[in-house]
């Protein structure tokens, strides 16, 4: 599997601090630093982790799919209008912590992702 890392003295100063000493690094919210999920849950939908979409407004966003993010919670209705992935309803995700809009929780029938903007992530 595709791993996204970015690394910089300020991701690696975060990391240090949320992770500790000798715990795996986690992905985190820019505004807050609440976990919101782990490098180990990166997936690819529709053959890559990685998309670039953009919304009815034209308001464009690079996202990353996750498996599972406990530290984004929904914050909307689920819609099937304007999905980005066919088959799946999304709800709006935002930051568990500080309310910051993470992303989209995408859900099927069989399967729930969510679709997390990169930019408003800090990852290892």
């Known amino acids: 599997m595709d791993i996204l890392c970015r690394t910089s003295p300020e991701v ?3 990391e240090k601090n949320i992770t500790g000493s000798g715990s795996a690094p986690a992905i985190v919210c820019r505004n807050c630093n609440h976990h919101v ?3 180990d849950q990166q997936i690819k939908m529709d053959g890559s982790f990685l998309h670039t979409f953009a919304n009815p407004h034209g308001h ?3 996202i990353g799919c996750f498996n599972r993010a406990k530290g984004c919670v929904r914050a909307s209705a689920p819609s099937v209008e304007f999905t980005w992935f066919a088959g799946y309803a999304w709800e709006i995700g935002i930051c568990a912590n500080c309310a910051v809009h993470l992303g989209w929780i995408f859900t099927s029938k069989q399967h729930c992702f969510f679709g997390l903007i990169l ?3 800090v990852l290892p």
């Open 12 to 14: 690696v100063t975060r």
């Open 37 to 39: 999920t782990d490098p």
């Open 60 to 62: 464009v966003f690079e």
């Open 119 to 121: 930019e408003r992530l």
